[in-house]
């Protein structure tokens, strides 16, 4: 159930782009279906289709982002790959390629390879070589290769394996859907239940088209919709396999929307309101309900099974009744209002007493079940929990907050980053900060490099505080109380510092080169000891290897510093050249991961020094004692 819920909330980052795209998608419709084709239908199309269109693509990326070990471009990118490898390899054109036959010829199947599962498959692939790959070390010729430039090359390659088993398999899937839905044709109302039912189970695999080829179009004589729209149906008869959708559409998933909002915790409705406000006016208005949808299918799936299982009902009771009504967008606001004078309408009026009835029923049964089961639904998930547990994310949020006092409130703070122990910020108004209260709420010092810069230097956690100031920032979580504020800062003490456990700590010099007095480092920070003790080298070597036996405690996205905890508890940072967190990374290879335990001698990470130097930074490596207070730190 963890990987659902993972799976849920990395969809939510490209769901919360798709209710707009859906108005004005339906905005562009109804210009198109009043006054005919033209340029403000032409452009409201276009501008909503633009997403619409391709959502699944969308799902590639943001379940590739989201369900990564840590989020990375790098991964993103690996779940694009994934699928335009896939999505090309199984479209009409190459599988005609491949088969020899015309395009027109090929299964069906491939004219619908391009759908929600197909998304998340490629996401998935590209998220697990991401994390099994970012890492790799190949052999010296092939060096240029190694770590994250791997992931793309190999996700490709795992995706056609993918591809090749999907030639064989999708066409069978599919055909056998199709296959099912003609035995559904003969069962009436029946029929048109178990058709509803099974239409929104498979949305998220994509395969309701196959379904709905049956139902919808002149696949097995039906045409329903074709023959609703050119009024060449049956009346009383054409539009049973659409009618019992607009309630559901339109009345029954806004009333789920309000019972996950209202069950949503207090400190995150206002978030959670954004999504299911803007997905539930979509849902209704357009009748393009995946917004709404994929916000709960995977973050509480036995609610999704229950809301297919409503819809199949509300299909076999529209289809028994002597009501019939159709689209040619969806069932929304907008069919509903085109189509009421259709002449194969027939009572629509009643689809409004059922809307009415499935509001409430989706309402009651939604926020019974989402309270007594506790499912997570959008503002109900589980907080991510970090290695200092839920009581180390409660202090980074007050420290967080009590910085962000500190430097004068959110609203002056323009622009936030962090390297490698500091925070850097660019500032509208320095006046405003106050030094003193950013050290009390634990920061070790507070420089100023001119301009609007500021820099808080904090120590190794300081990527757990940034992140719960862009929190805040964002309003993504709410502030603590000023009481829980002032217990962590009462009893806060500067990140960087603390007392060694010796006198002097004598350790291996961790890079071959020219050891300097830490004075001579043109960085204030290391200079003039705010960080800690230590001494810096002037490397003549490229690789940084463990001072002393220990664990690795902390390794940078930019591969640029490492910290380890040596056996004897001493924290220590070797810091590659200064300001060199600017280079994203580019001449910089990690060679081991947090938590790691490594011996004296053991490579840490491998750096291009001609690299730095090109790219203006000076190549000076400050080696610090972070918790070292007075101590005096010796290489040999």
């Avoid at 276009?46 to 989201?66: E, Q």
């Avoid at 052999?139 to 770590?147: C, D, K, N, R, V």
């Avoid at 709404?292 to 999704?304: G, K």
């Avoid at 309003?475 to 603590?480: D, I, K, L, Y």
């Amino acid at each position: 159930m963890k990987f659902f819920q993972r799976l849920g909330k990395s969809l939510m980052l490209p769901i919360a782009v798709l209710p707009v795209a859906a108005i004005l998608s339906g905005i562009g419709y109804w210009i198109t279906t009043a006054a005919g084709e033209n340029v403000a239908s032409a452009f409201f199309a276009a501008a909503g289709g633009a997403l619409l269109d391709n959502l699944p693509l969308l799902f590639a990326i943001g379940v590739a982002f989201g369900m990564a070990s840590k989020s990375d471009g790098t991964a993103a990118l690996a779940g694009l790959v994934s699928y335009l490898v896939i999505t090309r390899l199984l479209s009409p054109d190459t599988v005609a390629g491949l088969t020899g036959v015309d395009v027109e010829a090929t299964n069906p199947a491939f004219g619908n390879i391009e759908n929600a599962f197909i998304g998340i498959l490629a996401g998935l692939i590209g998220a697990v070589c991401f994390d099994r790959f970012k890492d790799v070390q190949l052999p010296t010729a092939l060096s240029f290769f190694s770590g994250k430039r791997s992931v793309a090359i190999v996700t490709a390659g795992a995706s056609l394996v993918v591809a090749l088993v999907l030639f064989f398999v999708w066409p069978i899937v599919f055909g056998g859907l199709v296959g099912f839905g003609e035995l559904l044709l003969g069962l009436g109302p029946v029929g048109a239940g178990i058709y509803g039912f099974f239409n929104r189970l498979l949305i998220p695999t994509g395969l309701h088209h196959a379904l709905n080829s049956v139902f919808w179009f002149d696949v097995a004589g039906i045409n329903d919709l074709g023959n609703f729209l050119n009024n060449t149906g049956t009346y009383g008869v054409t539009g049973q396999y659409m009618s019992g959708f607009f309630p559901i559409m339109m009345f029954g998933l806004p009333g789920a929307a309000l019972a996950m909002y209202l069950t949503a915790k207090t400190t995150r409705r206002k978030v959670t309101a954004g999504i299911l406000i803007s997905a539930a006016f979509a849902s209704f208005f357009v009748g393009v309900t995946e917004p709404l949808e994929f916000a709960f299918m995977f973050l509480a799936p036995p609610l999704y099974v229950l809301h297919a299982l409503f819809t199949g009902i509300s299909m076999a009771i529209a289809a028994a009744l002597p009501v019939r009504m159709g689209f040619g967008f969806s069932g929304g606001f907008i069919d509903l209002v085109l189509n009421w004078v259709n002449p194969m309408a027939q009572n629509p009026w009643i689809l409004l007493l059922m809307g009415v009835a499935w509001f409430l029923i989706y309402f009651v049964a939604f926020y019974f079940i989402i309270k007594r089961f506790d499912l997570k639904t959008p503002g109900r998930e589980d907080e991510e929990i970090g290695v200092e547990g839920a009581v180390g994310q409660s202090k980074f949020l007050a420290q967080a907050s009590a910085i962000l006092d500190g430097l004068g409130g959110k609203g002056n703070v323009l622009d936030l980053d962090n390297c490698a122990t500091r925070l850097r910020m660019e500032i509208a108004d320095v006046s405003k900060v106050d030094d003193a209260a950013i050290r009390r709420a634990g920061a070790a010092g507070v420089m100023k490099p001119g301009g609007r810069s500021v820099q808080v230097i904090y120590g190794l956690e300081v990527q757990f505080v940034k992140d719960a100031m862009e929190d805040l920032i964002a309003g993504r979580v709410a502030p603590p109380s000023d009481a829980e504020v002032e217990a962590v800062v009462e009893t806060a003490a500067p990140a960087a510092g603390g007392v060694a456990t010796a006198t002097v700590v004598t350790v291996r010099q961790p890079v071959e080169g020219r050891i300097v007095p830490l004075t001579e480092v043109p960085d204030a920070t290391f200079a003039e000891g705010i960080m800690g003790p230590g001494v810096a080298i002037e490397p003549t070597g490229g690789v940084v290897v463990a001072p002393a036996d220990g664990t690795v405690a902390h390794v940078f996205p930019t591969g640029h510093a490492v910290a380890m905890v040596l056996s004897d508890g001493t924290e220590l940072l070797v810091h590659v050249g200064i300001d060199t967190v600017q280079m994203q990374g580019d001449g910089f290879t990690t060679l081991v991961a947090v938590g790691d335990e490594v011996t004296e001698g053991t490579p840490l990470l491998e750096f291009d020094a001609a690299k730095i130097r090109a790219a203006g930074h000076p190549t000076v490596t400050p080696v610090i004692l972070l918790n070292g207070g007075d101590a005096e730190l010796r290489l040999r």
